[in-house]
């Protein structure tokens, strides 16, 4: 858990935009420099993207079901922002926003604060003497084949 660093600590910067209506928008600014806050791990036949957000390990499937863009390279930041001119969800839960395209995700739930139509499975995580462990509704088939024991 050490070498993945807290998000919390490295939040994204936002600017004022003016749209041609006139009108004042946040939009993130690209990230830069600093620590990569994600990382992509293959578990169980999975590709998930791992977290750290405030003390929590948080484990979501890493290709975004919009445009398959990579979440482990995502800013993890609190839902408390506005998305498309409202707000959404509850403020004070982590969310990750896709690099692709800014989708925003629940990393509690799952569920798409941009598309409510979509969601991305999440994992349960436990950390325990600093080794994380992800868990899974059942074990891909392969896992116990005569072929993955290699004695």
Same mark, same amino acid.
């Given at each position: 858990?050490?070498?993945?660093?807290?998000?919390?600590?490295?939040?994204?910067?936002?600017?004022?935009?003016?749209?041609?209506?006139?009108?004042?928008?946040?939009?993130?600014?690209?990230?830069?420099?600093?620590?990569?806050?994600?990382?992509?791990?293959?578990?169980?036949?999975?590709?998930?993207?791992?977290?750290?957000?405030?003390?929590?390990?948080?484990?979501?499937?890493?290709?975004?079901?919009?445009?398959?863009?990579?979440?482990?390279?995502?800013? #993890?930041?609190?839902? /408390?922002?506005?998305?498309? =001119?409202?707000?959404?969800?509850? %403020?004070?839960?982590?969310?990750? @926003?896709?690099?692709?395209?800014?989708?925003?995700?629940?990393?509690?739930?799952?569920?798409?604060?941009?598309?409510?139509?979509?969601?991305?499975?999440?994992?349960?995580? #436990?950390?325990?003497? /600093?080794?994380?462990?992800? =868990?899974?509704?059942?074990?891909? %088939?392969?896992?116990?084949?005569? @072929?993955?024991?290699?004695?």
């Amino acid at each position: 858990m050490a070498d993945i660093p807290d998000s919390s600590k490295y939040p994204p910067s936002y600017r004022s935009q003016y749209t041609v209506t006139g009108e004042v928008r946040r939009t993130k600014e690209k990230r830069e420099g600093g620590p990569v806050l994600g990382r992509a791990v293959n578990v169980n036949e999975h590709a998930i993207a791992l977290f750290h957000f405030k003390g929590r390990i948080f484990a979501i499937e890493n290709k975004c079901c919009h445009q398959g863009g990579p979440l482990w390279e995502g800013d #993890i930041e609190e839902l /408390g922002h506005r998305l498309q =001119g409202k707000s959404v969800g509850d %403020p004070t839960k982590p969310c990750v @926003s896709c690099p692709w395209h800014g989708w925003v995700f629940d990393l509690e739930t799952g569920a798409c604060m941009t598309q409510p139509s979509y969601s991305q499975k999440v994992y349960p995580c #436990i950390v325990d003497r /600093g080794i994380i462990t992800v =868990g899974f509704e059942d074990f891909n %088939p392969d896992t116990f084949s005569e @072929s993955a024991f290699d004695f």
